[in-house]
């Protein structure tokens, strides 16, 4: 009997540090990773919030110099990332902080990438693309959601395609992971639900991938428990810092899961919503992710099932099929309850922009070439993608 090797990888940073007061150690941190003059990569929003104060305040004490580069936008794009890259070798910077979101995180990745490396952006979409190490990299989250402060995920849009470009690069891992719940207090709610229930797409996708491991399950498991208990309470009133700092664990767990058995096609077809029309990632995953997982149901009953008992679901007489539905369903509820909106055309109006049913067509052939749609359980013809994006509408 012929046995099939299997390798499985596991990615995660050197250090990570979680709780209460954690961003008091960043500078420290840079100086043992070797940096001296890092760039801060952020955000206006995390400027205007006096969020990005608090740790230049640090640097400040610490008497370390830095520089800050604060252009990055919602959906980081290859412009953002050659202007960080200027920012960084035009002020003879040797580290990097990103503080904020994914957004933030995935700037600063792209930005260390093609300092190390040389080139453009565009030459690392894919996989394993960089031959050369990252700099000291310090990754400060400010959201519990994305988890791109811990992975190997970096997703930057290409403004002449109009496409989100994939990269996954064992040497983008931060190499410290910071999450202090104190620096999330002040997030508001439609932003906490988006963030969790990308959070919740993460966990569910890695779940369900075809590379799922004993490892990323038990990651996989516990972060969709802790969402369904403490996402509600985060989002319903934003200074309960038990709520908070539970989500920067669901978050991080969610984060472990999918770094490592990846993802599937609610990440590939987000994208192409992100990369076509700028909406914001977490609630484009939020609502395809129960149509996607209806779709991919049939190829993973068992695992629903149990997600459905994790989730708090009561089971008892129903059969697997049927206890199954009722994962999507507790998604769909989860959903509603933080006020994500129903449909596709109802995100567009929330942020000013025209989804149309035309634009479909480009964006599943887009979400079919998409490296995320790899590890889908089940495999989409363009005609299923197409039926997606429209049940979605």
Same mark, same amino acid.
């Given at each position: 009997?012929?046995?099939?090797?299997?390798?499985?990888?596991?990615?995660?940073?050197?250090?990570?540090?979680?709780?209460?007061?954690?961003?008091?150690?960043?500078?420290?941190?840079?100086?043992?990773?070797?940096?001296?003059?890092?760039?801060?990569?952020?955000?206006?929003?995390?400027?205007?919030?006096?969020?990005?104060?608090? *740790? &230049? $305040? !640090?640097?400040?004490?610490? =008497? @370390?110099?830095? #520089?800050?580069?604060?252009? +990055?936008?919602?959906?980081?794009? %290859?412009?953002?990332?050659?202007?960080?890259?200027?920012?960084?070798?035009?002020?003879?910077?040797?580290?990097?902080?990103?503080?904020?979101?994914?957004?933030?995180?995935?700037?600063?990745?792209?930005?260390?990438?093609?300092?190390?490396?040389?080139?453009?952006?565009?030459?690392?979409?894919?996989?394993?693309?960089?031959?050369?190490?990252?700099?000291?990299?310090?990754?400060?989250?400010?959201?519990?959601?994305?988890?791109?402060?811990?992975?190997?995920?970096?997703? *930057? &849009? $290409? !403004?002449?395609?109009?496409? =989100? @470009?994939?990269? #996954?690069?064992?040497?983008? +891992?931060?190499?410290?992971?910071? %999450?202090?719940?104190?620096?999330?207090?002040?997030?508001?709610?439609?932003?906490?639900?988006?963030?969790?229930?990308?959070?919740?797409?993460?966990?569910?996708?890695?779940?369900?991938?075809?590379?799922?491991?004993?490892?990323?399950?038990?990651?996989?498991?516990?972060?969709?428990?802790?969402?369904?208990?403490?996402?509600?309470?985060?989002?319903?009133?934003?200074?309960?810092?038990?709520?908070?700092?539970?989500?920067?664990?669901?978050?991080?767990?969610?984060?472990?899961?999918?770094?490592?058995?990846?993802?599937?096609?609610?990440?590939?077809?987000?994208?192409?919503?992100?990369?076509?029309?700028?909406?914001?990632?977490?609630?484009?995953?939020?609502?395809?992710?129960?149509?996607?997982?209806?779709?991919?149901?049939?190829?993973?009953?068992?695992?629903?099932?149990?997600?459905?008992?994790?989730?708090?679901?009561?089971?008892?007489?129903?059969?697997?099929?049927?206890?199954?539905?009722?994962?999507?369903?507790?998604?769909?509820?989860?959903?509603?309850?933080?006020?994500?909106?129903?449909?596709?055309?109802?995100?567009?109006?929330?942020?000013?922009?025209?989804?149309?049913?035309?634009?479909?067509?480009?964006?599943?052939?887009?979400?079919?070439?998409?490296?995320?749609?790899?590890?889908?359980?089940?495999?989409?013809?363009?005609?299923?993608?197409?039926?997606?994006?429209?049940?979605?509408?």
């Amino acid at each position: 009997m012929a046995v099939r090797e299997q390798v499985y990888g596991f990615f995660i940073p050197s250090v990570t540090l979680i709780g209460i007061g954690a961003s008091k150690e960043i500078p420290g941190k840079i100086r043992a990773l070797g940096g001296s003059k890092p760039l801060l990569v952020t955000d206006k929003g995390i400027v205007g919030a006096g969020i990005a104060k608090q *740790i &230049t $305040d !640090l640097l400040d004490e610490a =008497k @370390m110099d830095y #520089v800050v580069y604060d252009e +990055t936008i919602p959906n980081p794009t %290859d412009a953002n990332v050659a202007a960080g890259v200027e920012a960084y070798q035009k002020n003879g910077c040797d580290s990097l902080i990103s503080l904020g979101g994914g957004s933030s995180h995935d700037c600063c990745k792209g930005v260390g990438l093609v300092v190390a490396n040389g080139g453009k952006i565009h030459d690392f979409e894919g996989v394993d693309k960089s031959t050369k190490p990252m700099p000291p990299y310090v990754a400060v989250n400010t959201t519990a959601g994305t988890a791109s402060e811990m992975t190997r995920f970096c997703i *930057i &849009t $290409d !403004l002449s395609r109009k496409v =989100k @470009m994939a990269i #996954v690069d064992w040497r983008v +891992t931060p190499g410290i992971a910071l %999450d202090d719940p104190l620096l999330m207090v002040g997030m508001p709610p439609a932003l906490t639900a988006a963030t969790g229930m990308d959070a919740l797409t993460h966990a569910v996708e890695a779940y369900v991938s075809t590379i799922a491991n004993p490892m990323t399950d038990a990651c996989a498991e516990k972060a969709i428990e802790l969402i369904f208990q403490y996402l509600r309470p985060a989002v319903a009133n934003g200074q309960d810092i038990e709520a908070r700092e539970a989500m920067c664990f669901a978050q991080y767990l969610a984060g472990m899961a999918f770094n490592n058995a990846s993802l599937g096609h609610v990440h590939a077809m987000a994208h192409q919503l992100g990369g076509f029309y700028d909406l914001p990632h977490g609630e484009c995953n939020a609502i395809l992710l129960p149509h996607v997982e209806k779709f991919n149901l049939i190829a993973k009953v068992d695992r629903f099932c149990k997600m459905a008992e994790i989730m708090g679901e009561d089971l008892t007489g129903l059969s697997k099929r049927e206890g199954a539905d009722k994962c999507l369903d507790a998604i769909k509820t989860l959903s509603a309850d933080v006020g994500i909106p129903s449909g596709l055309v109802e995100l567009g109006k929330r942020y000013g922009k025209d989804v149309k049913a035309e634009d479909i067509p480009t964006m599943t052939g887009n979400a079919q070439k998409d490296a995320c749609g790899l590890t889908n359980p089940r495999c989409p013809k363009d005609a299923d993608v197409t039926a997606i994006y429209t049940a979605a509408l």
